[in-house]
C-alpha cells in the first residue's frame, strides 16, 4: 500500500548543451481533429431537366460488304495498276525502318453507287499497321466507274510487297 500512496519522483534534470535524441519518427496523424466541415450550399449546376427522354435508335443490321453490283474487270486493273506505286511508297518508308519487312497486304474496297470509295478493309501476311493505315488511307480516295446491277461493288486487290533487289 505505500507503494502506491508515496510521491511520484521528480524527472531526471538533463543538462541544455547535451543534443536530445528524437528517437523513432512518429507518423503524423491518419486524421485532423480540427477539420471544419462546411455548411451544404445549393449546387450551382444546371437544374434538373425532368425525366429522361427515351429515344428509340433504329439500327441497320445489313452487312455492308453485302454487294451486288459489278465493275468491268479491266477497268478495276486499270485503276490498281496506277495505285501501285502508292502502294509501294508505303511499303518503302516502312522498309527504311524495318528492312526485313514482306509480305502480302490485301485491300477490300466497298464502291458506291456514284464510284466512291465508301469502305476499306486492309489486312495481310505483311503485319505491319504504318503500312496498313497508309494504304487504307490511299484506298479511300480512290475512284472507280459506277457499278452497274446494283448499288454498290466490292473490290478485292491483293498487293505482294517485298525488298527491291
Do not use: H
Not at 471544419?36 to 441497320?60: F, T
Not at 501501285?84 to 511499303?91: I, L, M, S
Not at 527504311?96 to 497486304?105: A, D, F, P
Not at 456514284?114 to 503485319?127: D, E, F, K, T, W
Amino acid at each position: 500500500m505505500y507503494y502506491f500512496t508515496r510521491p511520484a519522483p521528480p524527472p531526471p534534470v538533463v543538462a541544455d548543451d547535451t543534443p536530445i535524441d528524437a528517437g523513432i519518427a512518429q507518423p503524423p496523424p491518419a486524421y485532423e481533429p480540427d477539420i471544419e466541415i462546411p455548411d451544404l450550399v445549393a449546387d450551382a449546376g444546371p437544374q434538373d431537366s425532368g425525366p429522361i427522354k427515351r429515344r428509340i435508335i433504329y439500327v441497320d443490321r445489313r452487312d455492308t460488304w453485302d454487294c451486288s453490283g459489278n465493275i468491268p474487270v479491266a477497268s478495276i486493273r486499270r485503276i490498281i495498276s496506277q495505285e501501285r506505286r502508292q502502294v509501294r511508297n508505303c511499303y518503302e518508308r516502312r522498309l527504311k525502318v524495318n528492312n526485313t519487312l514482306q509480305g502480302n497486304v490485301n485491300v477490300r474496297v466497298r464502291v458506291g453507287a456514284r464510284g466512291n470509295v465508301s469502305a476499306v478493309q486492309v489486312g495481310g501476311s505483311l503485319r505491319d499497321r504504318q503500312v496498313f493505315a497508309c494504304v487504307r488511307g490511299l484506298a479511300n480516295q480512290w475512284s472507280f466507274p459506277a457499278p452497274t446491277g446494283g448499288r454498290c461493288a466490292v473490290i478485292a486487290a491483293p498487293f505482294s510487297l517485298t525488298p527491291r533487289p
